[in-house]
Structure formats: C-alpha cells, structure tokens
C-alpha cells in the first residue's frame, strides 16, 4: 500500500472519531439557561472550543456532522453558523424524504415560538395531505410537538420536541395549559393586597375598657350596700332576673364597622419605608399560600403588572422611599381584602341563613333597635320591603 492510500486510510478512521469528539464539546456548550441546545456558534468559536489549530483540520469534522444530521447550518449576520440536534433527532431526519426535511427545517426555524399550521403551508407551498401526513409521522417519532397556544388557541402550534415554548406561547405564570387561571390570578391579586395593607399603616392604640365596682352587667358578683365591711356576695337568683329583663344583649351587625375595621395611622414622613415590587415578590415567592411550582415561576416583572392594576384599581399607590430605593407601595386608605385562602364570598353575595336574609339579620342600625325608640320593628320599612318580595 503506497503512503498517500495509507494516509487517505488514516484520515477517513479519525474523521469520525474527531467529529465524535467535537459534537461531544459543542453539544455541552449549546445548553442554554432552559435545558435547550438553542446556541450557535461560528467558525472561530468552533475552533476555540474544539481545541483545533486551523479552518483546514474543522471543515471535514463540521461537514461530517452536517451530513449526519447532527450539525444544522445557519446564517447569523450574513456569516455561516452551525448548532447541534440531539442524536435521537439526527437519525431520523437522514430518514426524511425532501418535504418532511423541508417542513421540519422550518419547524426548526421557528425554534421557540412555534409555528402555525397555517403558515407552514404558506412558507413550503406543499399540498395540505402532504404537510398534515408529513407532521404526523414526525410528531409520532417524537421530533415535533403541538403545543397550545395563547394567542390563538384554535391553530395548532409546532416546535421541536426538545425546546420549550417561549412565555409568548403559553403565556406567563397566570396561564395554565394555555388557558388564563383566573382563580390564581384573582388570589394573588388578594395576597399582595392583604400583606401590602399589613405593612402600609401604623396600628392604632388600643381602647382601655375599665369597669366599675357597681356595675351591675355582672351576673356574679354585687357590692352589698348594706355590709359595713363593703364585702361583696353572689348574686340572689332574683337579681339575675331582674338583670334579664333590665339589660338588653347587645348584638354586633354583620356589616363591616368602618372605625374599627378600617382604622389606619400613617407613618411619619421619613420614618417607614413601604415595599418595592422586588420585596413583594419575595413576600410571594417565599408564602405557603401559593404553590412552590406557581411560586417559582412568578417573576419580578409579573408582579409589577399585578402593582399596576391595583394601581389602576385604586387599592394601591405609589410612595417615593425615603432611603432612596425606588418607589415602594401602601394599600389606599379603606382598601378591603378577603384573608388570603378564604372561601368565603363577598358580603353582599352571600347567601346566608334564614336570618340573615330577613331585614334584621344585616340591618346597619341592627344596635339602635328597641320598641320605643325611634328605630323600632313595628315602623321598620325594611320589613315592607322585604315581605313583597
């Protein structure tokens, strides 16, 4: 054997092995922060990462690896770059007639953002059995996928089974499978207002409630009068009679009191610094009130858009920091909640019991009514109202 066949023979056995060598670089490289070989790389990247001394030695290698399915060629700025298929991918696509090839190179093009049925058919100009027996057959072999998504839900959207579809595909953290979770979205909403609230005001001094010794709303114990030692007895059964039918039991409306509800001190100027949209989301991201896999997807950004329609809602407002950080946000004075996990409805949309349906049961003077008062049943004109429903 003469040395140039000899020599030829050497190069065909380490082309594979090179190529081998370098996809095992470049694919390690490609990942990119999602788990997806979305990168590409040129020539000088390619010789760098590969350890490989000029462009004579890496041409072979990268047209061995394109023949093979498993470098793709592209054009970035008007210059030629290559990024990596998986291998499961690459043995199928040298199985591919012309039209399959052609639909999932532009399948592959669409990388990330998918690409309607309906505009694949326009790009190839291939009869519509074809593409749909074409995209068959390659969602089957596990080399495309359909994904749903938010900007229209009725086309069928196609990527490569390996990549993740972009937040322009499914939506950000409030989208589920494609569709708007409003339930999640209408929950958050509630917790940034509730822990907001928490540390927007100052809480209000307590009212102290002193009793006198001669108060006669205890049913156990009286002063005796008559003792000379001022000691005091139990109660003669009488007494607590007469206590029955002289004291009236106070009862407490349903409806919110606006004082003892809705009492808010401000801080003084300078003296408090109100959250950021950073410090609400880590409030979020960190509360068991939310979902660890909902809590790990919610962004920074997402959280700025919840501020903002509170904003707009008027149940938050801006305040400039007085540490210099930004703006930080306090819940409008008033603003109301529902504790976050609550089942309950609205007040107004509550069902209740029989009693609480009848005028009595939510009546806002429900305290100031009594026979001769000017507040009484008999002149009530909520029981008129009520009966001729």
Request: include cysteine; proline fraction near 5%; charge should be neutral.
């Amino acid at each position: 054997m003469s040395a140039a066949a000899k020599e030829e023979d050497e190069e065909k056995v380490s082309v594979p092995n090179a190529s081998d060598a370098l996809y095992v670089i470049i694919a390690a490289a490609s990942v990119d922060e999602n788990g997806a070989r979305s990168k590409v790389f040129q020539q000088d990247e390619l010789l760098q990462l590969g350890s490989i001394a000029n462009t004579r030695e890496l041409m072979p290698l990268v047209q061995f690896l394109a023949q093979k399915g498993l470098f793709r060629t592209v054009k970035v700025g008007g210059k030629l770059g290559w990024s990596v298929r998986p291998r499961e991918a690459a043995r199928q696509i040298v199985n591919l007639d012309r039209d399959e090839k052609t639909i999932y190179e532009i399948i592959e093009e669409a990388h990330t953002t998918g690409i309607w049925t309906r505009d694949l058919k326009k790009k190839t100009s291939i009869a519509q059995n074809v593409v749909q027996k074409a995209l068959s057959k390659m969602e089957k072999g596990n080399l495309i996928k359909s994904v749903k998504s938010v900007k229209a839900p009725a086309q069928r959207t196609y990527m490569l089974s390996h990549l993740s579809p972009s937040e322009d595909v499914t939506g950000n953290s409030f989208f589920d499978a494609g569709d708007l979770d409003e339930s999640f979205r209408d929950e958050l909403l509630n917790l940034i207002v509730f822990w907001v609230r928490a540390v927007s005001w100052a809480n209000p001094p307590k009212k102290k409630s002193s009793k006198k010794d001669n108060d006669r709303s205890s049913p156990i114990l009286i002063r005796d009068d008559n003792d000379a030692n001022n000691k005091k007895r139990k109660r003669p059964t009488q007494d607590i009679e007469d206590i029955a039918s002289s004291t009236r039991p106070k009862y407490r409306s349903l409806r919110p009191d606006l004082e003892t509800d809705h009492t808010q001190l401000l801080y003084r100027a300078g003296t408090h610094s109100y959250p950021t949209a950073e410090e609400i989301h880590q409030f979020l991201t960190t509360s068991s009130a939310i979902k660890p896999t909902k809590a790990a997807s919610l962004t920074v950004a997402e959280i700025q858009g919840c501020i903002d329609v509170l904003i707009w809602d008027d149940k938050l407002e801006p305040i400039r920091r007085h540490d210099g950080a930004g703006w930080g946000y306090r819940t409008v004075r008033g603003v109301s909640f529902k504790p976050p996990g609550s089942v309950f409805e609205e007040f107004e949309e509550a069902v209740g019991t029989g009693l609480t349906q009848a005028p009595c049961g939510h009546c806002p003077v429900f305290d100031l009514c009594h026979d001769s008062g000017p507040i009484n049943a008999a002149e009530c004109v909520y029981f008129e109202q009520w009966l001729k429903v």
